[in-house]
């Protein structure tokens, strides 16, 4: 049913021998190929990210056993390792872009701290033309709540702007750097023209999220197969992530105060 909830996987770099900055949000090409298999054996559908959001704004009927396949930042791996895997299977994904990181742009476009080999247009365009949705992921990947507007407001307009330029068409789908949002992220998401937005969350997506603030569940490369099946099940969530939760609710506290600072820096400018 299109109400139900849905796993949303969110996958990094897949890569034998990611660097050290990936490798804790990397899977091994094995791994993620048997991860595919499972799906495919226990009679999964991937959907797209804008397939999903339209679903259910429309409330349209989705395929049986829908799950929505995601990776952030546009790691070379996605192409190299991951590609083939889906096609094999006939599977759709999602793959959200920081287009500050990706090869072949002029020196202008490009941003530093990409974590390791990213993708260059030439794949990305690739992977478009193979089935897969390509979303927008900011331009230089920061930490979008902390931004000041002006900054925020390139940062969600930019990477659209390049994407259409290299690929003919504007994404439709963001997803939130780290998976940090806020009420003014999500309006800026929104107003910048994009039609869903997903966080991380660390649980099953739901149309009562809203379309902004979608969630996803980490796959990491520690991930075992049984595990795996656990998250797509949606079983156990809560205990699987306790530590990230924890984690979470702890830097939450640092960053609004961090949040707090900026204002009044801003404030007596």
């Not at 930490?143 to 930019?158: A, C, G, K, N, Y």
């Not at 998401?189 to 869903?196: I, L, Q």
């Not at 991380?200 to 009562?208: E, K, L, S």
């Not at 991930?223 to 998250?231: A, D």
Request: net charge positive; aromatic share 8%.
């Amino acid at each position: 049913m299109s109400g139900s909830p849905v796993p949303v996987l969110m996958y990094h770099a897949v890569a034998d021998v990611p660097s050290r900055a990936a490798r804790r949000l990397s899977v091994a090409p094995v791994a993620f190929a048997q991860q595919m298999e499972l799906l495919a054996a226990g009679g999964f559908t991937p959907v797209t990210a804008g397939r999903l959001a339209e679903a259910w704004r429309d409330r349209r009927p989705l395929p049986p056993r829908p799950v929505l396949i995601t990776f952030d930042d546009g790691y070379e791996g996605v192409h190299r390792h991951a590609l083939a895997a889906l096609k094999g299977h006939g599977f759709v994904a999602t793959l959200f872009v920081s287009t500050g990181w990706l090869r072949g742009r002029p020196a202008a476009d490009l941003t530093p701290g990409a974590p390791d080999t990213m993708l260059d247009w030439a794949q990305v365009g690739e992977l478009a033309a193979a089935g897969l949705e390509i979303g927008a992921h900011s331009h230089s990947h920061p930490q979008l709540d902390q931004l000041p507007d002006e900054h925020l407001w390139f940062e969600v307009v930019r990477c659209k702007e390049i994407l259409h330029e290299e690929l003919g068409t504007a994404p439709g789908s963001f997803a939130y750097p780290y998976g940090y949002s806020s009420r003014r992220v999500r309006r800026f998401v929104r107003a910048a023209g994009y039609g869903v937005g997903l966080a991380v969350g660390n649980g099953m997506a739901h149309p009562t999220q809203g379309p902004y603030a979608l969630r996803r569940v980490t796959v990491r490369r520690s991930t075992g197969i049984e595990e795996f099946e656990r998250l797509v099940e949606g079983r156990r969530l809560g205990f699987h992530f306790a530590s990230d939760r924890a984690l979470t609710r702890s830097y939450a506290i640092i960053r609004r105060t961090r949040r707090a600072v900026r204002k009044v820096r801003e404030a007596s400018v």
